[in-house]
């Protein structure tokens, strides 16, 4: 019979676990390949829905810009019929506003004169105020 050295023992144990090293590696490789093939799949999964959401996204930015445009011109719009209903005001009442104030004090004082001229209206009592001990007259040059 053939007597075992230790050389060959030593190179059959290693020849083992080699064997169940390479096993591993190849379990270990395998489900790797299955997980690199699921992450294609989700990436392309991904990729497959975010085209069309990027492309929603970017006609929804193009719309929301043409509205803020739409939103500036008018803004611009109003801004100038503020400005030009100011301008309105001003000259009318530049305009309008000495004479009306005129008219308005003439009428006042006709008003007054022939109410003054009515003999049958009793006069008002004139107020007072006392300050002091002291009466003075609310008329204007009015002494009582």
Do not use: C
Not at 27 to 43: C, E, Y
Not at 106 to 125: E, H, N, T
């Amino acid at each position: 019979m053939h007597t075992v050295s230790g050389g060959e023992v030593a190179g059959i144990l290693v020849a083992v676990f080699w064997a169940i090293l390479v096993s591993f590696l190849a379990v270990a490789l395998a489900r790797l390949a299955q997980t690199l093939k699921a992450t294609t799949k989700l990436v392309a999964d991904v990729t497959d829905q975010a085209v069309p959401l990027l492309a929603e996204a970017s006609t929804a930015v193009r719309s929301a810009q043409t509205q803020i445009e739409r939103v500036d011109a008018i803004a611009s719009d109003v801004q100038e019929v503020t400005s030009n209903a100011s301008a309105l005001s001003t000259t009318v009442a530049s305009t309008f506003g000495g004479p009306l104030v005129k008219v308005a004090a003439f009428g006042y004082g006709v008003r007054r004169a022939i109410s003054g001229r009515k003999d049958d209206v009793p006069a008002k009592p004139s107020r007072r105020t006392v300050i002091v001990g002291r009466t003075v007259s609310r008329g204007r040059g009015k002494k009582d």
